[in-house]
């Protein structure tokens, strides 16, 4: 029963901010690395940023310095600070939750938040 729950996306100017959350339950943190991704119209989806199974994080080049991932282990929650937000940001949002302690690894995704950078 993992199930994630997105919030957060909208419209939003150039330059504005916004946090997107994620709330997961059925999920068990001790293999599990939490992340972020997003995809375009007409584009793959790709990773924006992610926890690494050291407890590491890692960015798109696109969005560093600008976006900042957290996470709330005790409520099972993931969070994704954008600042600066530029037009090119636009696009589907999704959390991702993929389990590392078994072989192969496997995804749990969100269903999406829009997120819409436009003036």
């Known amino acids: 029963q993992v199930r994630l729950v997105e919030s957060g996306g909208g419209l939003v100017q150039p330059g504005g901010s916004l946090r997107l959350s994620c709330a997961a339950s059925?999920?068990?943190?001790?293999?599990?690395?939490m992340g972020w991704y997003r995809q375009a119209p007409g584009k793959q989806r790709d990773l924006v940023a992610a926890f690494t199974s050291g407890g590491l994080t890692n960015y798109a080049e696109s969005v560093k310095g600008r976006f900042t991932i957290s996470r709330d282990n005790a409520k099972a929650t993931v969070y994704l600070q954008m600042n600066s937000l530029k037009p090119d940001d636009t696009a589907v949002y999704y959390c991702n939750f993929r389990r590392v302690g078994v072989y192969p690894t496997y995804d749990y995704w969100g269903q999406g938040t829009q997120v819409t950078v436009s003036s």
């Open positions: 059925g999920v068990i943190f001790s293999d599990v690395v």
